[in-house]
């Protein structure tokens, strides 16, 4: 049994070392419709008596698996390379402009390249707005947070504007509270950490080192020992990349006791605007990378799942083959976003031609929350539809809501909001990932969300995991669509995109005690996404709509 030190990095880091196991068969159910294809479906009742998958899957597989099929590959991806390879051969489609409002984007990686959108009214470096759309050398999207970088919570926020007797702000203090004792609590433990590593880089006179490294450190310094011992513990649960998670752990702790819960901090003075009006819209720039591309890395990930270039041998692969552009719009902190920048980076995109908008963000706590509402209903009237991450606090956004939502006193304001839930790549009862939050009424449908390989700051790639991973995936397919079928309108999208998913019928275990419900209940269709599907049952609308 792991000692407490080992499990609170355990929980912290969301190791992810168990086999590639438990990826079952299921049987194929044939469809009705103008299309001769059958749709993909599964007998749920049957879905954990299969036998097992019981060799790993491979390396070059398991970096791809969410465009895999369930039938063919036995993985419950989206069934993506046959939806390209019998439905889509030959064909052109038309261009898609995928708005991706994140930390920003590494427009430079080489995996994106011929898949970043420009704005061929502006002229770059000029200082001048050529294109009158408001934004001065807005070339590839617009960086709504400029040179800042690290934010408050807003439960931090809340706190800091003083006690005005609501219940907001008594459970925005008590969370705070809260959340300040128990980063405090796991300080020592970072710091025994951190000096544990800075002391084999010492010892080793190198930066990076291996657990062969660790293995053949031999001294009769007792200090030296106990931290060879713990970096031994750690690689053991961590992997190979034991030094990332390492200084992921170490910077999360740090920036949350510095930045994120600190009243005392102020991230928003660098931008320069107030973040209480939304009609000062004089503030960022053009810089969609940022001030430091590596902090870009969230949303690299999330525009290489959408757009990363398909069977180049290198990195993943992306949903969308051809015939796609990433707007990148930065206005997702380290922190909280702020509802004033979200409100105005959906607008943002809508007008300068988005017809996917992907974001993978969300806070409990929205002061304006109907500033971002007008933006959605803007959007919807715009025909363009919105695809949004459900979160990763493990919650029941039915109860514990995860904005932004489209939900306004228990009724749906727009109808171009489509909210994902994160899958696992096992099926059955571990299907829903561990930490996704779910919702009969508010998560709209669920799509993978774990161990997902793409693009990553500086020429890099790596797997990450969150409804952060699982919205994008959607948001590919959403894009495929709306590129093969641009006649659909962004509410019959949405609705395809759920109603075309394999059905799941199984108990699965939800929240942080792993309480089994059906998978029903775990969002409004009861399916997970699948592109083949979706394509036949666009493939279908049009039809019946030329008849």
Known sequence: MANSLEMKI???LNFEKSAWIALVTASLLTGCGSSNAPFVSTDPAKIDKTVL???????????????LDLIKDTVPGMSVDRAYAELLKKRKGTKIIVGVIDSGVDIDHPDLKGRIW???????????DDDKNGFVDDVHGWNFLGEATAMNLELTRIVKKGDDGSDTY?????????????????????????????????????????????????????????????????????????????????????????????VEFDGRKAVGDNPEDLNDRNYGNGNVKGPDVADASHGTHVAGIIAQVRGNG?????????????????????????????ALAIRYA????????????????????????????????????????????SK??????????????????????????????????????????????????FAPGVKIYATYPNNKYKYEQGTSMASPNAAGVAALIRSYYPSLTASQVKHILMDSGIAI??????GEEKVQIPFSATCVSGKIVNAYNALLMADQMVRAAKN
């Open 10 to 12: 355990m929980l912290h």
């Open 53 to 67: 998958k019981t060799t790993p899957i491979k390396e070059s597989d398991l970096k791809r698996w969410s465009h």
């Open 118 to 128: 420009t704005n061929a009214k502006e002229i770059p470096n000029n200082n001048i």
């Open 170 to 262: 008594k459970r925005a203090k008590a969370e705070l509270d809260q959340k300040l004792q128990e980063m405090k609590q796991q300080k020592p433990q970072v710091d025994m950490i951190a000096k544990a590593d800075k002391d084999i880089r010492t010892f080793l006179k190198k930066e990076t080192y291996t657990k062969e490294d660790l293995k053949g450190i031999s001294t009769t310094d007792a200090n030296l020992n106990r931290s060879k011992m713990i970096m031994m513990s750690i690689a053991a649960q961590a992997g190979d990349e034991f030094q990332e998670e390492i200084k992921s752990y170490v910077d999360y702790i740090y920036d949350q006791l510095n930045y994120n819960l600190n």
């Open 314 to 342: 290198i990195g993943g692969d992306g949903v969308m083959a051809k015939n796609v552009e990433i707007m990148a719009i930065r206005a997702v902190p380290n922190g909280d976003e702020y509802d004033k920048d979200i």
């Open 350 to 393: 809508v007008d300068n031609g988005a017809k996917v908008i992907n974001g993978s963000f969300g806070k409990d706590y929205s002061p304006h929350r109907e500033w971002v509402w007008d933006a959605i209903k803007y959007a919807e009237s715009k025909d363009v539809l919105i695809v949004h991450a459900a979160g990763n606090d």
């Open 396 to 445: 029941d956004i039915d109860v514990e809501p995860n904005f932004p939502t489209d939900e306004v006193n228990g009724k749906e304001i727009a109808d171009n909001l489509i909210t994902i839930g994160a899958l696992n790549t096992a099926t059955g009862t571990k299907m829903v990932a561990d930490f996704s939050n779910y919702g009969q009424k508010n998560v709209d449908v």
């Open 505 to 510: 019928a199984t108990n699965v275990g939800v």
